[in-house]
């Protein structure tokens, strides 16, 4: 019985209702998921490795960036030329006294020739810019996806789809807008140093004082930069928090009403959405402090414009055109340096970025096709291992020295404790995995030897959780035999059961799977995969048989379609219920990644050993017995 | 409603924002909503967005900061081309052809101060503006999070499973980013770029009508060409959006089902669809790009040439004589001080759509009710015997179109310490039941009660703490193994939590783990097999201290040995408690005091399992065919 058993009145229980238990806190709960990210770190700012990378993957766009490159000079150079045209035209049209309106009238010719050529540049410059970002965007996704495609399972296995999903697009956008915002940088280094020398040309005297607010800006800004970059990073990790609550929240919501935990989570949410808010609005208070400071800044090197430069002017030792140069470039004066210092922490973030996607560019493919490798035909059914040792961590073979055969059209079921290798010899007739030691021989080959490609035509695989894609139902059981028609696809559905059920969802065989098919039942889905494997036609079928327990209706009608699966066809079944196993023609039993039981159910039955033991205690499953050891042993001991 | 401390002050919030709000939208119920959100993206709505300002002004004090400071820093704004023009023409002297140049050094010191105060004075005044903005925005931002959290908490089961998960999070994350973005910045930037207008149209109208209207005529043109263009790549934004997200999928599924992939030996067939979509998707954004592109450099145009017009008219006139060089130059440094603001009116016009369609597809999660929600008046729950009664229950899923009644003229009794057993085929109603009896839908006709109480007479959160389900395929939380048992209970102890475990025959399992009970599970931790999740289930469900638990067919991937390990130490367990057992394997049904065989919602069969096998019935058929190994039985 529980401990301190607490009174049946409701309310009593939870002091979440009650407000004066509201003060203690559970000690156990949490919401959102309770792992912290690391992907969110900055990296260096300029890294040799991934800027080496970067450009062997911009070498197509080489001629368009050059282009690029040269508007951006122009778009700048006009930009330029705008305060000295209205320079020359005070100083030469408008205080020059008469007949000058000629004058005027070239020099408005030239800011608008300046206009035009600024339209121009500036055209080119962002759609050359903005196109090939696009192109880089796409290139460098599809090449990790791509690659992703070959790389070893291993890889896969180890790595959650979210984390690869994050590179495949957080991490490709970074090194979008480092690519976009690089250019711009160009443009913006060249501003800062073209207003600088314009300024010093114009007056060295004037420019040299006015200039001297420009240091002390960018120590403003070295000082602030650290410490707002900390509020704006915290900002952002409260965010993802709350975001993980909020899915946890979406996602468990059956789970949360059920067990009663609304009025905890929401004090928890509370928290965490407060801690949030608090976050931005310190983040905003960083942002927002820069703005007097640059204003005053802008206003004293205006001051010192208007003092110093009238003075001049007075003395006529300074044309009155020239103060307002000035006075136009002070107003643009730091423009340039707040976007150069948003350029870097865009750096910083593609370093990383780019540093996890070459990390992912650069992951073995440890399983190819030799440059020798035929094509396997279709005569041959049979399956044969011989002396295979494989594992996945050194020195720990999951598979050791196994042996067998697997006649053309035989049907064979592997039986065994979670963790004895089953799955994994069935994944070594597909070649997702090289063998150690010895040799894994399909239709007569070595699977080394032959085209992964018709190694994948020749063995049809039925995995233990059925796996639907987002599509027409049609599609899912066609999946990439294209070529299947319609009268293909219905007979395959038909052979095992599913026809009429599919005839019954809304539109048939056009109805649109979402979601992983979570609105079809296990069984139907586990009918659809059969009906995949049907189409796919292959002459050695390896099934996993799903675990998990259906009704009896159900599991009868996957029977029936197994038995029509497995027709005409070598098959290797990892079983897991009692009518399959009895249906193959020979049992397999593995123990710790060796064979030690090996015949009909008949002879293993009369043996006596480790399959005789679990089929007589009416084991459901033969794949749950792992967890009670203790169980295992008394059999073994027996 | 739920009644815990902190669903209160929701409330008090919900009433202030949400309630008095509700114009446009009206009530709906939850079961109504079809999980659609036909809201047309290119349309404004004006309720939504007076809904959004609203929100905004109950932070009176703020917001009232915030446009003051906005118009502040928008007037003193307003002053800096006119020191500056002050300046030229003290420079040049012309003011001052009478005076002395010492009085002309003196006026140029006072317009360099009065220009350092100006810039000062505006740069503070819109710190504030922006810092209230973003104030009241994460406010806002803040308590639409709150509500809408609640609110995912209070409706309803059957409208959760309806609504894609997907949409749910877009609407919690994106759409209240987009509404909380209008308040941020649209409403206070409106005020500033009105006092800009409204203000610099005065004073260039003062100095000279003609150059005046010159030097804002551009302002209505970009402002015009700002919007559209805008509304016409928020369009384009939402097209390529879609077909990313097409792409994502496609990705997604790629990675996750990448077995199948390899087992087909399909990454030419799989590339090709990605290629189809890619390609789509880089059109799309090629489009967009050339629309942004064609927008800017217009704009940019405009205002160059509007600019160039200005200094030739201006230059004209200085030299007739009718203004002053300064007047000129402060025309042309007014044009400079307009660009960026007018430019972002295309940008307030895009926050305005968005606050709009995000806002309305907000607004309809939370305005609606859920049905099954406390009745007024309901007291908690309170259990003396512990007493399960259905009495005459018939029930329809809300949705369900069909003219078809999932279960009809239910009627068992099951009290303290005895088992009450429900088989049947697949869709026959089995584990309705057990949601009715958490009331996660509310009975057609008949009634429920638990001690002679109406289930629906008291309030939801008493009674789900007197029900326990214990599903079959349990939702795991990303967090460790002690923190998933004690989910529904949080203060239970160290002891409880093993007990539980125990009692679900994992505890030695968990033992052996290197980390044993805080080991983490769930979708970043460790993978446990089917049996373990459903054994983890169990010791979830049975740690509260229920009145009542449904084992809702929880036992299926457990296999028959360990089935009857837990069954046994359920037994101490379940002494004072009324125990439902919703199962396929008429094995884990054989000690129950009385089983129901449903068909179709109806109890055809009842009675304990040597009575139903002498009514050679369908429960008979069902053990023949399970004995014969149909279902794992031999």
Redesign the interface.
């Known amino acids: 019985?529980?401990?301190?058993?607490?009174p049946?009145?409701?309310?009593g229980?939870?002091?979440?209702?009650g407000?004066a238990a509201?003060s203690?806190k559970?000690?156990?709960?949490?919401v959102g998921?309770?792992?912290s990210r690391d992907e969110e770190l900055f990296g260096r700012a300029f890294d040799r490795w991934v800027i080496a990378r970067f450009l062997a993957h911009l070498a197509p766009y080489r001629a368009r960036i050059a282009l690029a490159v040269i508007a951006v000079l122009f778009f700048v150079a006009t930009q330029l030329m705008?305060p000295l045209?209205?320079r020359r035209?005070?100083d030469d049209?408008?205080?020059a006294g008469d007949g000058?309106?000629v004058i005027?009238v070239v020099i408005?010719g030239v800011?608008?020739g300046v206009?035009v050529v600024?339209?121009v540049s500036?055209?080119l410059l962002?759609?050359v810019v903005?196109?090939i970002a696009?192109?880089l965007?796409?290139d460098l996704?599809?090449a990790m996806?791509?690659h992703?495609?070959?790389v070893s399972?291993g890889f896969?296995d180890q790595t959650?789809?979210?984390r690869?999903?994050s590179r495949?697009?957080g991490d490709v956008y970074a090194l979008q807008e480092f690519l976009e915002s690089s250019i711009f940088a160009i443009g913006d280094l060249v501003l800062l140093v073209g207003i600088i020398s314009v300024l010093l040309v114009l007056d060295v005297r004037l420019a040299s004082l006015t200039l001297a607010v420009l240091p002390v800006l960018i120590v403003v800004r070295m000082v602030w930069l650290p410490m707002a970059r900390r509020a704006f990073l915290h900002a952002r990790e409260t965010s993802s928090a709350?975001?993980a609550?909020?899915?946890?929240?979406?996602?468990?919501?059956?789970?949360?009403?059920?067990?009663?935990?609304?009025?905890?989570?929401?004090?928890l949410?509370?928290e965490m959405?407060?801690d949030?808010?608090n976050a931005?609005?310190r983040a905003?208070?960083f942002?927002?402090?820069l703005?007097?400071?640059?204003?005053?800044l802008?206003?004293?090197a205006?001051?010192?414009v208007?003092?110093i430069?009238?003075?001049l002017?007075?003395d006529s030792s300074l044309e009155?055109g020239v103060?307002?140069a000035f006075?136009?470039y002070v107003?643009r004066f730091f423009d340039p340096i707040r976007s150069l210092s948003i350029q870097y922490s865009i750096m910083q973030r593609a370093m990383a970025a780019g540093q996890r996607i070459f990390e992912v560019l650069d992951v073995d493919v440890e399983v190819r096709d030799r440059r020798d490798a035929i094509e396997l035909d279709r005569s041959n059914g049979a399956v044969e291992f011989a002396d295979v040792t494989f594992g996945y961590v050194e020195d720990q073979p999951v598979l050791k020295d196994v042996s067998f055969r697997v006649k053309d059209g035989e049907t064979v079921a592997l039986v065994g404790p979670?963790g004895s290798g089953k799955t994994s010899a069935m994944a070594l007739i597909?070649r997702?995995y090289d063998v150690w030691e010895g040799s894994v021989r399909v239709g007569g080959h070595d699977v080394r030897h032959v085209t992964?490609?018709s190694?994948?035509?020749h063995?049809?695989?039925v995995?233990q959780d059925p796996?639907l894609?987002?599509g027409t139902v049609f599609e899912n059981i066609r999946?990439?035999r294209?070529g299947a028609s319609r009268h293909v696809v219905a007979e395959a559905a038909r052979a095992v059961g599913a026809h009429d059920f599919i005839m019954n969802l809304p539109k048939g065989y056009e109805t649109l799977l979402?979601?992983g098919a979570a609105t079809l039942?296990l069984?139907e889905r586990q009918l659809l995969s059969f009906a995949r494997a049907l189409v796919?036609d292959a002459p050695i079928l390896?099934l996993d048989e799903a675990?998990?327990?259906?009704?009896?209706?159900?599991?009868?009608k996957i029977?029936q379609a197994l038995a029509r699966l497995l027709e005409g066809r070598t098959a290797l079944v990892i079983a897991h219920?009692?009518?399959t196993i009895?249906g193959a023609d020979r049992i397999i039993v593995l123990q710790d990644g060796c064979i030690i039981e090996e015949g009909p159910h008949g002879d293993l039955m009369a043996s006596g050993g480790l399959y005789s033991m679990l089929y007589r205690?009416?084991?459901?499953?033969f794949?749950?017995?792992?967890?009670?050891g203790d169980?295992i042993s008394t059999v073994e001991g027996t | 409603m739920s009644g815990s401390p902190g669903a209160r002050s929701i409330d008090v919030q919900e009433n202030t924002y949400m309630t008095s709000d509700r114009t446009r939208t009206g009530r709906r119920i939850d079961i109504e909503f079809d999980g659609r959100y036909n809201i047309d993206v290119s349309r404004v709505d004006a309720g939504v967005l007076w809904r959004i300002t609203a929100m905004a002004f109950r932070n009176r004090w703020r917001m009232a900061l915030g446009i003051v400071a906005a118009l502040t820093a928008g007037f003193f704004q307003l002053f800096v081309p006119q020191f500056l023009g002050r300046a030229v023409d003290e420079a040049q002297g012309l003011l001052g052809t009478e005076t002395s140049r010492e009085l002309a050094g003196e006026a140029l010191l006072t317009t360099a101060m009065l220009l350092i105060a100006t810039s000062v004075l505006r740069g503070l005044f819109a710190m504030v503006q922006n810092y209230q903005g973003e104030s009241v925005g994460q406010i806002i931002g803040y308590d639409l999070r709150m509500a809408y959290y609640r609110q995912l908490q209070i409706l309803s089961l059957s409208w959760h499973d309806r609504v894609h998960s997907g949409e749910l999070m877009t609407r919690g994350i994106l759409d209240i980013e987009g509404v909380r973005l209008w308040v941020d910045t649209g409403i206070l930037r409106c005020v500033l770029l009105s006092t800009l207008v409204v203000g610099g149209a005065i004073l260039l109208v003062r100095i000279d009508l003609v150059l005046g209207l010159l030097a804002l005529g551009f302002v209505p043109v970009i402002a015009v060409m700002a919007s559209g263009a805008r509304l016409r790549l928020r369009d384009a934004w939402l097209a390529l959006q879609e077909e990313l997200s097409q792409l994502t999928k496609v990705m997604e599924e790629n990675l996750g089902g990448i077995r199948v992939v390899r087992a087909f030996a399909s990454a030419t067939y799989e590339l090709t669809r990605y290629d189809t979509i890619a390609a789509r998707a880089l059109a799309l954004s090629h489009r967009r790009i050339a629309l942004f592109v064609r927008s800017s450099t217009r704009m940019t145009f405009i205002f160059l040439a509007a600019m160039g017009l200005v200094l030739w008219v201006g230059g004209e006139k200085a030299m007739a004589g009718e203004i002053t060089l300064g007047q000129l130059a402060e025309c042309l440094a007014f044009m400079a001080i307009l660009q960026m603001p007018v430019r972002q009116i295309g940008w307030m016009i895009n926050s305005v759509a968005r606050a709009s369609s995000c806002g309305g597809r907000l607004f309809n999660v939370l305005d609606l009710e859920p049905s099954v929600a406390d009745q007024q008046g309901a007291g908690p729950l309170e259990v003396r015997e512990g007493l399960l009664r259905f009495e005459q229950v018939d029930f329809a899923y809300p949705a369900s179109t069909r003219d078809k009644r999932t279960l009809s003229n239910i009627d068992f009794e099951v009290g303290p310490g005895r088992t009450l057993g429900i088989v049947g085929p697949p869709g026959s109603g089995k584990s309705t039941i057990g949601q009715l009896v958490g009331r996660y839908y509310d009975v057609m006709a008949g009634r429920i009660t638990i001690d002679g109480v109406d289930i629906r007479s008291v309030t939801l959160a008493s009674l789900r703490r007197q029900v326990s389900i214990v599903p079959q395929q349990p939702f795991l939380f990303t967090a460790g193994i002690d923190h998933n048992v004690a989910y529904g209970d949080p203060w239970a102890g160290r002891a409880a939590i093993e007990h539980s475990a125990a009692t679900a025959q994992l505890h030695n399992y968990i033992r052996k783990l290197p980390t044993g009970y805080s080991t983490l599970v769930g979708e970043r931790g460790v993978s446990l097999s089917g049996g373990q999740r459903q054994r983890l289930s169990i010791a979830r469900g049975v740690l509260p201290d229920s009145a009542v638990i449904v084992f809702d067919d929880s036992t299926a991937a457990v296999d028959a040995a360990t089935e009857q390990r837990i069954h046994h130490a359920l037994h101490d367990l379940t002494r004072e408690r009324a125990v439902i057992i919703i199962a396929h394997r008429l094995r884990s049904l054989l000690h129950a005091d009385e089983i129901i065989f449903l068909e179709e919602g109806r109890i055809v069969e009842r009675g304990c399992h040597e009575e139903l096998l002498t009514l050679n019935g369908r429960y008979r058929a069902l053990w023949d065919l399970q004995a014969s190994g149909g279902g794992a039985q031999s």
Do not use: W
């Open positions: 019985m529980n401990p301190g058993r607490k049946r009145v409701a309310g229980a939870a002091p979440a209702v407000g509201a203690r559970p000690g156990l709960a949490v998921a309770q792992v705008v045209i209205i035209a005070i049209a408008l205080t000058t309106r005027l408005m800011f608008f206009v600024n339209y500036m055209f962002e759609s903005g196109r696009g192109h965007l796409f996704r599809r996806y791509a992703l495609q070959v399972l896969m959650e789809v979210g690869l999903m495949l697009q709350v975001n609550a909020l899915a946890e929240n979406v996602h468990g919501i059956r789970a949360i009403q059920e067990l009663g935990r609304e009025g905890v989570n929401l004090d949410f509370e959405a407060a949030n808010r931005h609005l905003s208070r942002a927002n402090i703005i007097p400071v640059v204003d005053l802008t206003g004293c205006m001051a010192i208007v003092i430069g009238g003075r002017v007075l009155i103060m307002v006075l136009f107003q979670t597909h997702f992964q490609e190694l994948g035509r063995v049809a695989m995995l796996y894609f987002t999946y990439n294209i979402d979601q039942s069984g796919a390896v675990t998990a327990n259906v009704d009896s209706y159900t599991e009868l029977q219920r009692l009518t009895r205690m009416n084991y459901a499953s794949d749950d017995i792992g967890d009670t169980l």
